[in-house]
């Protein structure tokens, strides 16, 4: 039964894998039609890329046509559908998929794309990101928002440490400075950006 178990996860990692050229595939298709304006060749990636979501079951196919949910396209006249997006990433979520991990912990800790401002939640999520997938960007802002304490209880200056060591190691952008000015000169001002997204992008 066991080996069964483990031949089934092998031939879903091995599906999953196949399909990743699949989803780039698509994707250009999209670009490319949108930059020269061809619904052909729009379609033709769109059409693509369900495919991968859908039939294969390709997560970061799954992932990407969240974003064109999203964002809708101009050139098709499909309008934006945040609440349709939103769906796709929480699936996604629950299956512990990194992109998506990172995506809704970012919104969650800004409260917008339609999400309500959860920083606890969005702790978690970063950090989740970081343990089982290494995202030396969500250690990094794990890292921040433990020391910054938007979340009570949860400064701890071991796990900053060890967040922050990997983000650096991993040369996330800022995250040098970050250690020298916001946690080795002791600096006390908390900070309270308009939107950490941006802050972060900066």
């Given at each position: 039964m066991?080996?069964?178990?483990i031949?089934?996860?092998?031939l879903l ?17 999209i670009?490319i ?14 059409s ?18 969240s ?12 309008p934006?559908h ?9 699936k996604?979520?629950r299956?512990?998929h ?5 995506d ?10 339609g ?5 606890f939640?969005?702790?978690?999520l ?22 910054e ?17 990997f983000?650096?190691l991993?040369?996330?952008?800022g995250?040098?400075?970050?250690q020298?000015?916001r946690?080795n000169s ?10 950490w ?5 900066d």
């Open positions: 066991m080996k069964k178990n031949l089934i996860i092998l990692t091995a599906q999953f894998s196949l399909a990743s050229p699949l989803s780039d595939g698509a994707l250009r298709l670009q039609g949108s930059e020269i304006g061809s619904r052909d060749i729009v379609m033709r990636g769109q693509l890329l369900l495919k991968g979501a859908f039939d294969l079951y390709d997560l970061d196919a799954l992932y990407e046509s974003k064109q949910v999203r964002y809708g396209s101009p050139l098709m006249g499909y934006p945040e609440r349709g997006a939103n769906e796709i990433l929480i996604l979520v299956q512990s990194d992109p998506a991990l990172y809704y912990a970012l919104y969650l800790l800004d409260g917008d794309n999400f309500v401002k959860n920083e939640l969005a702790l978690n970063f950090e989740e990101s970081f343990e089982a997938h290494g995202n030396a960007h969500s250690a990094f802002i794990a890292a921040v928002i433990r020391n304490s938007l979340v009570p209880g949860t400064k701890k200056t071991q796990r900053i440490g060890e967040l922050l060591a983000a650096v991993n040369n996330v952008k995250a040098k400075n970050y020298a000015q946690v002791g600096h006390w001002k908390t900070l309270s950006p308009n939107s997204k941006d802050w972060l992008n």
